[in-house]
């Protein structure tokens, strides 16, 4: 670093100063009672090429590393080396080595085992925070998207054929192949994306025991096709959301220097404290992404932010009909209930047009996932479809075949008294929470996916209860998203 206008050393601990100082300097034997580390630092990294010499004696990995990390003051260490293998394209252990070297010989710290803490010397990014955009005077328009048309698909698609995961968010090989072979024909989404739609389903449409969440399939299947796609970039690609969240807020569309944008991924990407694995996708192949969705326009030098039409669907033509056994409906078929259909009948094809076909199996699945024969009904009747008797009674004998008995998982709650228990009745049959008697006048059964409403309407009705012997209930922890607008200096400008 050279001729570095400001040097700050006070986010550091005493600790992590000293040792800083030993890097340059050595351990000091005897010093003067008023001797200042901090003060004999910001001395001799003043001087022009002080830190040059020291930075040469890094080899390229180590160099590029604190190259990386040298833009910010802290960085979580959680999932730094995965972070740092995608950015670099080296491999975890190359990453791994070289940040326990730079930490050894104290370039950077390691505090309480969660937190990288970079001295800002090393390198004078002046400048880099800044963030220049243009507004233009429109957006584009209703938002369509095959490609979401394409994701929705391979959820249902998921669900029907009851599909296993690997632990590492990826399909095993032989479902890899049924895939290509439904989906690669039409779909716009390539081989490797699959892993992005695989990552969504499996972290946030799946229960933790890896069973199918009807509650938030059906919630996921409410949305408008804008707001899937942003649901799942916020989800797969959290860290880089709160920018298109910050320029949708104009609406209208917005130009950004592409080497600004790959700046801001990067350093969206190293913030974010994951919970778990990022996914395995670079600067490219997310713009890449980004851009089938219709996110962004790409040119040579600039990137659009691309915004829209707000409360407005695209008019394509949807269509849906049946046949005996077999049900057949647009790719871009998107009312709110479709997500029924993948729990009662098995997903055959894959094109302009759909194909489903029930059997007793799909039957089976739909009776264990908690629904009944009367929903089937109601889906038929809201699309205008409909059953030959024959079809209609072997569908019937197979839901009482199979809902004869069932199980679901859920929390058990007790009233120690009648009046309680009157009050969580009345508020039952009033259709403000969800909940099974399982003991007269005593026990009910919430399910897992009703558990969250309604103990909040309970905290929210000033009605006391207590946990016993029992987790506390897992809330989502937002604290860690990062605030774009608070990241960069943001400015607007014309191109």
């Known amino acids: 670093m050279s001729d570095k206008k400001n040097i700050t050393l006070s986010y550091l601990k005493e600790n992590e100063v000293i040792e800083l100082y030993e890097l340059f300097f050595g351990k000091l034997l005897v010093r003067r009672p008023d001797f200042s580390y901090i003060d004999n630092l910001?001395?001799?990294?003043?001087?022009?090429?002080?830190?040059?010499s020291y930075l040469a004696r890094l080899n390229t990995t180590e160099y590029e590393i604190l190259k990386i990390l040298s833009k910010e003051k802290f960085v979580p260490y959680r999932y730094i080396a995965d972070k740092l293998s995608i950015i670099l394209k080296l491999q975890n252990s190359q990453i791994l080595k070289a940040i326990n070297i730079l930490i050894q010989k104290s370039y950077i710290f390691l505090r309480n085992n969660n937190m990288l803490v970079i001295p800002n010397?090393?390198?004078?990014?002046?400048?880099s925070d800044e963030v220049e955009y243009d507004i233009t005077n429109s957006n584009s328009g209703a938002y369509n998207s095959q490609i979401v048309s394409d994701i929705s698909s391979m959820i249902m698609y998921f669900i029907s054929n009851d599909i296993k995961f690997t632990s590492d968010f990826f399909l095993y090989k032989k479902d890899v192949v049924l895939l290509e072979n439904i989906f690669l024909n039409y779909s716009l989404i390539s081989k490797e994306e699959l892993l992005y739609v695989v990552y969504f389903f499996q972290n946030v449409l799946q229960t933790k025991d890896a069973r199918a969440n009807t509650h938030k399939i059906k919630e996921y299947f409410k949305l408008t096709d804008l707001q899937k796609i942003l649901?799942?970039?916020?989800?797969?690609?959290?860290?880089?959301?709160?920018?298109?969240?910050?320029?949708?807020s104009f609406d209208k569309n917005v130009i950004i220097s592409k080497d600004k944008f790959k700046q801001i991924w990067e350093r969206l990407f190293i913030l974010q404290d994951l919970e778990i694995p990022p996914i395995k996708a670079d600067f490219n192949e997310f713009l890449n992404f980004c851009e089938k969705c219709s996110l962004v326009s790409v040119s040579d030098d600039f990137i659009t932010?691309?915004?829209?039409?707000?409360?407005?669907e695209s008019l394509e033509e949807k269509m849906i009909t049946n046949s005996n056994y077999s049900i057949y409906i647009s790719a871009n078929?998107?009312?709110?209930d479709?997500?029924?259909?993948?729990?009662?009948?098995?997903?055959?094809?894959?094109?302009?047009?759909?194909?489903?076909?029930?059997?007793?199996?799909?039957?089976?699945?739909?009776?264990?996932?908690?629904?009944?024969?009367?929903?089937?009904?109601?889906?038929?009747?809201?699309n205008k479809l409909s059953f030959s008797s024959g079809v209609e009674q072997t569908i019937k004998q197979w839901v009482d075949k199979y809902g004869s008995f069932y199980f679901v998982n859920g929390t058990l709650f007790f009233c120690e008294n009648e009046e309680k228990f009157k009050l969580i009745e009345t508020l039952i049959d009033n259709g403000a929470i969800t909940a099974y008697e399982v003991k007269k006048n005593e026990v009910f059964l919430i399910e897992e996916q009703d558990k969250k409403t309604f103990f909040d309407f309970l905290d929210k009705s000033g009605i006391k209860y207590y946990e016993k012997n029992v987790e506390k209930r897992d809330e989502k922890n937002d604290?860690?998203?990062?605030?774009?607008?608070?990241?960069?200096s943001l400015k607007k400008t014309t191109f």
């Open 42 to 52: 910001k001395i001799s990294l003043s001087k022009t090429n002080f830190v040059q």
């Open 121 to 127: 010397i090393y390198f004078d990014d002046e400048g």
């Open 231 to 248: 649901f799942v970039i916020k989800e797969v690609f959290s860290y880089f959301h709160p920018l298109f969240d910050f320029f949708h």
């Open 305 to 312: 932010i691309n915004t829209f039409a707000k409360n407005i």
């Open 333 to 336: 078929f998107n009312d709110e």
């Open 338 to 382: 479709v997500y029924i259909l993948p729990f009662f009948s098995r997903f055959v094809k894959y094109d302009k047009i759909t194909e489903y076909e029930i059997n007793e199996e799909s039957i089976k699945r739909f009776v264990e996932a908690g629904f009944e024969y009367k929903d089937i009904i109601s889906f038929f009747n809201k």
């Open 479 to 488: 604290t860690n998203e990062i605030r774009f607008d608070h990241l960069f």
